[in-house]
């Protein structure tokens, strides 16, 4: 992993971090990991490739790790006020496949006809601010994944997790090298989901530019499957490719007009 840099004027705050990416990535994306080791899993929220930018509070996100399947309890965070990302800790207990999880673990944003937003669902906001008009309300959700240690013997390396939106590999990571072709499918609540938005990077591309993407949206099909050429310059070392889908459902509910869950897979090509 590139070592990930503060940019000037970035700030710190606990509100409104509706079009952020949530990633998640170890310190040294180069090792092999064995059991025993300790892993530093750094948690980021940002709108640039995988460098810190905001601090959503430690009550607003968690970090915790699948082994074998089950999921493991959260991991203690400490907040890194320097470079505005998370860490934890996570010792392996066997060479397998693990999957990193870090959770913006999500919230409500109103928004009313003179531009101002409160982060209260829909009902509330009207109760605490009468004779104002709400134009919309938004229910966000994110998680990022990384695999550490894929395998190629492995076999569990496309089992779905539970998220609410979640991009699984249909191809195992273990076999990606550069310019193969990453088959993905993209779920939503456990079903597969058609014409989603999917884009994709990989670091070392353009972490200095706001939303910057190697490959621009793209849509799965009747499936929710997609694919992605790694064609990644050949820059002697291990690189990370990530990849983001998400999904705008209109719901009619007392608390919100839509929902808006969105998600990342990072996995390492060496």
Same mark, same amino acid.
């Given at each position: ?12 705050? &606990? ?38 930018? @905001?601090? @959503? ?9 699948? +082994?074998?399947?089950?999921?493991? &309890? ?28 870090? /959770? ?17 669902? +829909?009902?509330?906001? &009207? ?61 939503? /609540?456990?079903? $597969?989901? $058609? ?33 992605? /050429? ?6 002697? +070392? ?33």
């Amino acid at each position: 992993m590139k070592r990930v840099f503060c940019l000037l004027a970035m700030v710190v705050f &606990a509100g409104f971090v509706f079009a952020h990416e949530t990633t998640i990535i170890p310190s040294d994306n180069s090792k092999d990991y064995k059991s025993g080791d300790t892993v530093t899993l750094f948690g980021i929220s940002s709108h640039y490739n995988l460098v810190g930018e @905001e601090l @959503e509070g430690l009550d607003a996100v968690e970090m915790y790790v699948y +082994k074998n399947g089950v999921k493991g &309890a959260n991991l203690p965070l400490r907040e890194d006020k320097d470079r505005l990302w998370y860490e934890g800790k996570y010792t392996l207990t066997d060479n397998s496949l693990a999957i990193a999880v870090f /959770r913006s673990i999500g919230g409500y944003t109103t928004t009313f006809s003179d531009g101002s937003r409160v982060s209260m669902n +829909k009902r509330l906001a &009207a109760a605490a601010n009468p004779g104002k008009t709400i134009t919309r309300t938004n229910y966000f959700s994110k998680w990022g994944k990384y695999y550490i240690n894929p395998s190629k013997a492995d076999r569990t390396f496309s089992t779905p997790l539970g998220h609410d939106i979640e991009i699984i590999p249909l191809d195992n990571p273990a076999d990606m090298s550069r310019n193969s072709t990453m088959k993905l499918r993209v779920l939503y /609540r456990g079903r $597969p989901l $058609p014409n989603a938005e999917v884009k994709a990077s990989y670091d070392y591309y353009d972490y200095r530019t706001m939303d910057a993407w190697a490959f621009t949206e793209r849509k799965t099909d009747n499936n929710g499957e997609i694919s992605f /050429r790694l064609d990644h310059p050949n820059i002697g +070392k291990p690189v990370v490719w990530f990849f983001r889908a998400r999904e705008v459902q209109k719901v009619n509910t007392p608390e919100t007009d839509e929902e808006n869950p969105a998600a990342t897979l990072l996995f390492t090509v060496k």
